[in-house]
């Protein structure tokens, strides 16, 4: 398939191994890349590594300038996308270009989102943080910094709290849920790591909400209820991430929280794929569609769509929702879902205090649906191949909820594909 | 399996480890090779790891062990998942390579593999078996091959690793005949 123009909305993971894989597979026609930074892809997992000072700036962008090099790809750098016409098939460029497509995928990732709370979009010293630009300026505001308040203890607010404690800034961490982590953890899970913020010294102020904001010359003051104020440098919003799909027209491309695909990453308009966290695709377990913002599923999702896109027939089966945070010296995963109630639900839990592993299993029945553990690498990638095989347990499920980890190992070997090596 | 090039050789084909479950005494000896070739701290984490695996009832109960270190997967997961491309396969020889310059800890390929091969050293930094690349470009088995006492581990190309797998089961149903000739 040499004839076809192919377009490439977006710049990050799912774009690049999307046009990776198309060239993998052969395509040798025409790929333009449309992105509004005017550089090689940014990896916003990176960027807590280096604000922590792990890495420099330049391996914030993995794939690196030569990679469109070498796929060929046309790239029109600083371009944002004002319109895509699915029936026409032509994306307008703000500016005035137009690009006319054969195939197209949207992969335009997604932005931060600061909640509708009075004043706050008024306040000069609100910071998210997602792409490179959003970096760098947190990173200045961090240098001057003696006191900040993070809005949402999610998977970025624990984060964010953590490189500014790391660098000596005092910090705030405020969620309106009642646990840090509420989509991540199991509430057990989320006091045993609120616990060891506080230890860290990090003020943890969970079931909370702020009504307004101040601002002066000295930062800002954030008003609690009861009359509680809080006097801050600035205020770091970790509050989720919304799909960049501002230009898709609703009539001609079905949408849910994010572009609806199926597992070959094809969209309900002809020839118009999506992939990575502008898209919504299958949950493995489920089969149902659901919005999982997870860099390596971006990464796969944009590789079957390269492949698609070539000519090629690649499908996607989903993945289930799953992370792994090193977090100060403890390492948390969350595997599932942990959220599940009812009275088939059980909890198996326990403490390895000479590994300093601690686990928690969500059951249903006698089948693992979720897992949050901490400080174990051996057996995250098991335990999620368990969660999402669905496989039964039998008459290995753990008798008590006070199991100890080595029995969980122990009947892993008796059950996984590991054990049935030999 | 490899072509010589100034002294070295390069390695081509896709290689892998070959296991016999029924020979695998549990002696350890791959694992130490495994250290001493890779200078891995005496209670670090190992490359290859030997489990035991409990097998039937009271008083039919039999032990299996099971040596196992990195699959290197044709579709390796890792590899995928890693967010500053530290992980990646070689086209030629198929080898899962680590760079550990570009890692930065953030454990995503150990929750993605699904035989817990990634191991994190004090540094916070992944390591993993590389097959003994360079042992293996000189012309030697990996470490751990070299020293399995029975024979349980095996190392070369897939081809090759089929081949002696097939020559084993011949010699298995074909023994019993050429003694009773």
Redesign the interface.
């Known amino acids: 398939m040499t004839s076809a123009n192919l377009v490439i909305l977006g710049n990050g993971g799912a774009a690049i191994h999307a046009m990776i894989a198309a060239r993998s597979f052969g395509y040798s026609g025409p790929i333009h890349l449309v992105s509004d930074a005017n550089g090689p892809a940014f ?1 916003p ?2 960027s807590p ?1 280096y604000l922590k000072g ?2 420099p700036w330049h ?1 914030c962008f ?2 690196g300038e030569d990679i469109y090099r070498k796929c060929d790809a046309i790239c029109h750098w600083n371009s944002r996308v004002e319109s895509l016409d699915a029936a026409n098939k032509t994306v307008s460029l703000a500016g005035g270009g137009t690009l006319h497509y054969d195939r197209c995928l949207v992969a335009t990732g997604a932005r931060p989102v600061v909640p509708p709370i009075a004043g706050l979009k008024d306040v000069p010293g609100v910071f998210t943080l997602r792409t490179a630009a959003q970096t760098r300026i947190l990173e200045k505001a961090i240098g001057s910094a003696k006191k900040v308040v993070v809005l949402g203890a999610s998977l970025i607010g624990v984060k964010v709290a953590e490189i500014l404690r790391q660098r000596n800034v005092g910090v705030v961490l405020i969620d309106v849920a009642e646990q840090i982590l509420p989509h991540s953890a199991h509430p057990r899970a989320a006091a045993v790591l609120e616990e060891y913020f506080r230890e860290k010294g990090i003020d943890v102020r969970l079931g909370c909400s702020i009504e307004g904001f101040e601002t002066d010359r000295d930062g800002v003051r954030c008003f609690f209820p009861n009359n509680m104020v809080e006097r801050t440098d600035w205020i770091a919003v970790c509050t989720g991430i919304r799909p960049n799909l501002d230009f898709i027209d609703p009539v001609q491309v079905s949408l849910d929280k994010a572009i609806l695909v199926n597992n070959r990453m094809e969209t309900s308009a002809e020839d118009l794929y999506a992939a990575g966290d502008v898209s919504q695709g299958a949950n493995f377990l489920t089969g149902k569609s659901e919005w999982l913002g997870l ?2 599923n971006g ?2 999702q944009g ?1 079957t769509a390269g492949m698609n896109m070539a000519g090629g027939k690649a499908s996607y089966p989903g993945t289930i929702s ?5 977090l100060f010296e403890q ?1 948390f ?1 969350q ?1 599932g879902d942990l959220n599940r109630r009812g009275p088939n639900i059980r909890l198996i839990s326990g403490r390895d205090p000479e590994r300093g592993i601690l686990h928690f299993l969500i059951f249903e029945d006698d089948v693992l649906i979720g897992v949050n553990l901490f400080n174990n ?6 335990l ?2 368990a969660v999402m095989k669905r496989m039964e347990w039998g008459r290995y499920m753990p008798d008590v909820e006070q199991t100890p980890f080595h029995q969980v190992e ?1 009947a892993l ?2 059950l996984d ?3 049935k ?2 | 399996m490899e072509e010589a090039q100034g002294g070295n050789r390069v390695l081509k084909g896709k290689f892998g480890f070959s ?1 016999d ?1 029924t020979r695998c005494s549990g002696c350890m000896a791959c694992v130490v090779a495994c250290m001493d070739q890779n200078d891995l701290p005496e209670h670090g984490p190992s490359f290859r ?1 030997v ?1 035991c ?2 097998r039937g009832e009271y008083p039919e109960v039999r032990l ?3 040596s ?1 270190a990195c699959q290197h997967c044709l579709d390796a ?1 890792c590899v ?2 890693c ?3 530290a992980l990646s396969k070689s086209a030629g020889n198929g080898i899962v390579q680590f760079d550990r310059d ?1 890692c ?5 390929c ?7 091969v ?3 050293q004090d540094d ?1 930094k992944m390591n993993k078996c590389d097959f003994c690349q360079s042992r293996v470009e000189h012309g030697l088995e990996p470490a751990c091959v070299r020293v399995c006492t029975t024979r349980a581990l095996g190392f070369g190309t897939l081809e090759e690793l089929d081949r002696r797998k097939a020559e084993r089961a011949s010699l298995k149903f074909l023994t019993p005949f050429s003694k009773g000739g």
């Open positions: 990896n997992m990176l590594y792990k890495i391996r993995p794939f860099w390596a990464c796969y590789r799953q992370h792994v945070s090193p390492t995963i595997i690498d051996s057996l995250a990638g098991r999620r191949s122990k070997n008796a594909h590991v054990g090596m030999v | 296991f479950a790891r489990t695996f409990e299996h062990f099971l196992m997961p995928m998942v967010p500053t491309t570009l930065v800890g953030c454990h995503s150990a929750l993605a593999c699904d035989f817990g990634p191991q994190f916070g």
